[in-house]
């Protein structure tokens, strides 16, 4: 299935999304318009060619700092002592029609290539997710996010990996 991604507009039929996750299908449905409208979060939404209103999947991006003492040791050393920007990832979901056809990939890949594009204006020197289940956690970690020390479920990759997904 050929998907196009895209900025949410007001045009998504996001009532019928269901990802399993309620959180997540509520967020779609009720607060990613408002997000974006105060300017927290960019919501962007997989749609198939053959059904361009149909919400497949989304992801969010907002840009973030984490404190540089977080980090892994490999990375600390190379950066300063005061916050490092980052982009976060702060949600990425596929609806249960679309699950196991490789959708979260793609927007994955999608993700990484915006913020890729971006850093080439504003800083960032990596991307950061926020697990909420082993499930993602395993997603993540199979594209070379790493655990953050001491943070259950953060999760990075480097700016050197995310252009390589991209």
Same mark, same amino acid.
């Given at each position: 299935m050929t998907y196009s991604i895209q900025p949410l507009t007001a045009d998504a039929q996001t009532a019928e999304f269901k990802c399993g996750e309620l959180a997540l299908d509520e967020y !779609?449905?009720?607060?990613?318009?408002q997000d974006i409208k105060r300017g927290i979060a960019r919501v962007f939404v997989a749609s198939a060619l053959e059904r361009p209103q149909v919400v497949a999947? /989304?992801?969010? !991006?907002?840009?973030?700092?984490v404190a540089a003492d977080t980090l892994?040791?490999?990375w600390r050393k190379k950066l300063p002592r005061y916050p490092v920007p980052v982009a976060l990832l702060g949600r990425l979901a596929v609806s249960q029609? /679309?699950?196991?056809q490789g959708l979260g990939s793609i927007l994955l890949a999608d993700a990484c290539k915006r913020?890729?594009?971006a850093s080439q204006t504003l800083a960032v020197a990596a991307i950061v997710v926020d697990?909420?289940?082993p499930?993602?956690?395993?997603f993540y970690q199979h594209f070379g996010f790493i655990e953050l020390p001491g943070q259950p479920g953060r999760w990075m990759l480097p700016r050197s990996h995310f252009a390589d997904l991209a």
């Open positions: !779609l449905q009720r607060y990613a318009g999947g /989304f992801y969010t !991006l907002s840009a973030n700092s892994p040791e490999k029609p /679309f699950q196991g913020v890729a594009a697990a909420k289940s499930k993602a956690a395993a």
